[in-house]
């Protein structure tokens, strides 16, 4: 089972949905995590249970960059708007940091989303239970 985070700014959050809705039955099958709203919409429009985290511009990204710099994250999908400057840039900014450090693989946008749940449903990550196994107090 991984640890896997889904994030998404404003105008990517009904792809994030549809994302969710789309491969629920990969999700299912893993913890998930979440920013305030994004873990919100996606529970109210799929069955999937997700630990939300305070809203991205109230501090949610750093919350899960926690997680990722004590290398329990497994996976990321953030689906950014890049677009749209966002007041918290500097937040995301560390988050995808922290993710470089771990080397944790992260997707930033739809198709590269699609290609790491593809590699989930084929075990690509296995190797990531290891991690979780021998580290202590791991979650
Ligand atoms: O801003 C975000 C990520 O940077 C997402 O936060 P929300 O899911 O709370 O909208």
């Known amino acids: 089972m991984l640890n896997i985070a889904l994030i ?32 919100q919409r996606i529970m109210e429009q799929t069955k999937l249970t997700i630990t939300r985290f305070m809203s991205g511009p109230l501090g949610g990204d750093q919350q899960i960059g926690a997680l990722v710099a004590t290398n329990e994250m497994d ?13 918290h840039e500097p937040d995301i900014i560390a988050l995808l940091r922290l993710a470089d450090v771990q080397g944790i693989p992260v997707a930033t946008n739809i198709a590269t ?27």
């Open 75 to 87: 996976l990321i999908v953030f689906l950014r708007d890049p677009l749209m400057a966002q007041p």
């Open 113 to 139: 989303g699609e290609l790491l749940v593809k590699a989930i449903e084929r075990g690509d990550f296995a190797w990531r239970e290891l991690v979780h196994k021998y580290k202590p107090g791991a979650v």
């Open 8 to 39: 998404a700014h404003d105008r990517k959050k009904e792809e994030m949905v549809n994302f969710a809705i789309a491969y629920e039955h990969v999700f299912a099958q893993h913890r998930l995590y979440a920013t305030g709203t994004t873990g």
